[in-house]
């Protein structure tokens, strides 16, 4: 169950939220506002899964709300103006719903919320996993353990990987890349190539369809591989405007 906090002036539109929220199975309506000052003190105080944020409203309009939390939240925007769209997704809003709001459209935006909130917390879970593997090697029943802050690439060879560590050791596993990948934790590895998997921490720099590593050679990256690179880092990105 996801809890809400409807945000918006007027107590009209705040109802007809309400009543989608209590009639959506996976949502249960934490609070409402018509003050956004007042939301901004709820959020700082008890914990919401998801900020239902009209944008025209007096003090405080849902853009500079928005600036105040930091994206700490996922927020859905409703409001009467379309014309706010490209500002609120620049801010890593989760949706943007025009008033008046459809009910279809509605169920739309919170399903993207919940697929949203279940990846981070499948994500979180990650983070919390042991930070070590056990891999079989190339000799006959050996376990070998791997610390994941060892690891300076892996790279995948038909049928099997090569597990390449700080240490100048190479340890060979039967096992494909894509295996590995889903053992890994996602905040902390990235696949850049179909062949190539690298820590996010050892990245020095993206140059060209080469990847720098920390202590390592360059890994080729193109494609689909290098978008997902820079969608990851989107946020990190800081473009010259010229």
Do not use: W
Request: a neutral charge; glycine letters at 4%.
């Amino acid at each position: 169950m996801l809890s809400c906090l409807v945000v918006d002036d007027e107590r009209s539109a705040i109802n007809i939220l309400t009543r989608y929220i209590e009639d959506t199975p996976y949502l249960q309506l934490k609070s409402s506002t018509t003050d956004a000052m007042e939301a901004v003190q709820l959020l700082k105080s008890e914990p919401t899964d998801i900020l239902f944020l009209d944008i025209q409203m007096p003090k405080l309009t849902g853009l500079q709300v928005l600036d105040l939390l930091g994206g700490k939240f996922n927020v859905i925007l409703t409001t009467a103006y379309s014309e706010y769209a490209l500002e609120g997704f620049e801010r890593n809003v989760i949706d943007y719903l025009v008033k008046p709001i459809p009910f279809e459209r509605f169920l739309k935006a919170t399903e993207k919320a919940l697929n949203l909130i279940n990846s981070q917390q499948f994500s979180n879970q990650k983070e919390q996993a042991d930070d070590f593997l056990f891999v079989k090697t190339e000799h006959k029943g050996k376990l070998r353990k791997v610390n994941m802050s060892e690891i300076t690439y892996i790279e995948g060879l038909k049928n099997y990987i090569s597990i390449y560590t700080d240490k100048g050791e190479r340890i060979v596993t039967y096992i494909g890349i894509g295996d590995i990948e889903e053992r890994l934790p996602q905040n902390q590895f990235i696949r850049v190539h179909r062949s190539y998997i690298v820590p996010i921490k050892n990245i020095l720099a993206l140059d060209g369809n080469e990847i720098r590593l920390k202590d390592a050679p360059r890994i080729p990256t193109a494609g689909k591989f290098k978008e997902n690179i820079l969608e990851r880092f989107k946020r990190n990105l800081i473009q010259i405007k010229g």
